[in-house]
T-cell receptor
Framework: AQTVTQSQPEMSVQEAETVTLSCTYDTSESDYYLFWYKQPPSRQMILVIRQEAYKQQNATENRFSVNFQKAAKSFSLKISDSQLGDAAMYFCAYRSSYNNNDMRFGAGTRLTVKP | DVKVTQSSRYLVKRTGEKVFLECVQDMDHENMFWYRQDPGLGLRLIYFSYDVKMKEKGDIPEGYSVSREKKERFSLILESASTNQTSMYLC?????????????FGPGTRLLVL
């Protein structure tokens, strides 16, 4: 079974600075999707960014970008110009294209943003 | 905007009680999911449903059952609550069309079993 590992339980960043959250995964499949979800305190989990494994180009959404290294099975999230509203729990997730009801989540990284 | 709502944000129950957690989505999604979220473990799939009255077990179905009588509603049932079921429960829904589809989550129900 696929596993997703987030090795940083907690991270902190100064407002306006850049922070990178790490994620690695283990799979023998070639076709899959990777996701970063954000869960603000007491609020709903929302999708931040998505990456298709067959695309070499790294996904970008405004201040959020990923560094996808398929061979290394690494999928890190970079948050630029951090804002107070970025404080949240961030989950990395993997979904197989062969069994797309099976979504695997990492343990999460709690991001604190210091003013 | 997709809306996934859960019947309770916080719930306190006694050991042995039967507990119902309700989830409703308003976007006509075929697929609905129940996850359990625990610190250090992330989200783990309990059950999912891909159509009315259809369900499949996830990774941790023991002690839980589900019901999907209408497309928009997916219920999680704890037949006899135990203290080790104290957790955050998240419902989610999405379209079944492919692995790229965004999964939409409810706000969660924090359940405490005493």
């Amino acid at each position: 079974a696929q596993t997703v590992t987030q090795s940083q339980p907690e991270m902190s960043v100064q407002e306006a600075e850049t922070v990178t959250l790490s994620c690695t995964y283990d799979t023998s499949e070639s076709d899959y999707y990777l996701f970063w979800y954000k869960q603000p305190p007491s609020r709903q989990m929302i999708l931040v960014i998505r990456q298709e494994a067959y695309k070499q180009q790294n996904a970008t959404e405004n201040r959020f970008s990923v560094n996808f290294q398929k061979a290394a099975k690494s999928f890190s999230l970079k948050i630029s110009d951090s804002q107070l509203g970025d404080a949240a729990m961030y989950f990395c997730a993997y979904r197989s294209s062969y069994n797309n009801n099976d979504m695997r989540f990492g343990a999460g990284t709690r991001l604190t943003v210091k003013p | 905007d997709v809306k996934v709502t859960q019947s309770s944000r916080y719930l306190v129950k006694r050991t042995g009680e039967k507990v119902f957690l309700e989830c409703v989505q308003d976007m006509d999604h075929e697929n609905m999911f129940w996850y359990r979220q625990d610190p250090g473990l992330g989200l783990r799939l309990i059950y999912f449903s891909y159509d009315v009255k259809m369900k499949e077990k996830g990774d941790i179905p023991e002690g839980y059952s589900v019901s999907r009588e209408k497309k928009e509603r997916f219920s999680l049932i704890l037949e006899s609550a135990s203290t080790n079921q104290t957790s955050m429960y998240l419902c989610a829904s999405r379209l079944p069309t492919g692995a790229q589809e965004t999964q939409y989550f409810g706000p969660g129900t924090r359940l405490l079993v005493l």
